[in-house]
């Protein structure tokens, strides 16, 4: 399922860049609106807010993380899907914009279908019953709508909070998370759980996929938390 027509915030201060993201949005049917930094940025938010904004680390002035960090602050403006856009690979700032309620990032350079797909797959899960897709990974298949798990066609049983775990991860392949943005993303910002509980249930979860051969998705990053990918 594709995504377009959204009207889509680019905060980027290389005009080079913007016009390079603006021409491939465009083909894909987005709106786009620009801004080359944060006090042109706000800006644009207050005239309309966007369906998505796709903003730069580094900006002139306020950097993209403070005001990630101040977006996720807004109650109007705390449930834009946020993509940060980086040069800084290291994984301690990819963390770190996490951390502060970015959905995904992009590390520079990078290919223009690979922006395209990850805005579209940002988008989907935004949307009312967005989550209603069926996720398929190797023979893995977690199917949102029934809630069902199968491996390779066989049925997986899992708790509710295993299932919501692998449909986290599932949804965000190849993304390391801390153990606190799992606990943010699956039980919720008000809810109050030990960190240590997360392991317990990637325990459980690991059990209950190791008899079809699929717990090695769940990939423990050491000293940072999790991973979920088909690359073992």
């Not at 692998?166 to 699956?186: C, G, I, K, N, W």
Request: glycine share 8%; proline share 5%.
């Amino acid at each position: 399922m594709t995504v377009s027509g959204k009207r889509i915030l680019v905060v980027e201060d290389e005009a080079g860049i913007r016009e390079m993201i603006r021409f491939a949005l465009q083909r894909e049917s987005f709106e786009v609106i620009e801004a080359g930094d944060v006090p042109e940025a706000r800006v644009c938010v207050a005239d309309g807010c966007p369906d998505l904004i796709l903003l730069d680390w580094m900006l002139p002035g306020t950097s993209g993380v403070d005001y990630a960090r101040e977006l996720k602050s807004d109650p109007t403006t705390r449930d834009i899907p946020l993509i940060m856009v980086t040069a800084r690979a290291e994984e301690e700032d990819t963390v770190r914009g996490l951390n502060v309620g970015a959905d995904d990032y992009i590390t520079k350079p990078f290919s223009f279908p690979e922006l395209v797909a990850r805005i579209q797959a940002v988008l989907r899960r935004s949307l009312p019953g967005g989550e209603s897709e069926c996720i398929q990974v190797s023979g893995l298949s977690v199917d949102a709508a029934s809630q069902r798990v199968t491996a390779d066609g066989d049925p997986v049983r899992l708790g509710p909070t295993e299932y919501r775990l692998l449909h986290f991860f599932a949804s965000h392949p190849e993304r390391v998370y801390t153990r606190e943005q799992v606990l943010d993303r699956v039980w919720g910002h008000n809810v109050y759980v030990e960190e240590r509980t997360v392991d317990v249930h990637i325990r459980r979860l690991r059990k209950a996929l190791a008899p079809f051969g699929y717990d090695a998705m769940i990939q423990t990053v050491r000293g940072t938390g999790y991973r979920f990918s088909e690359k073992f």
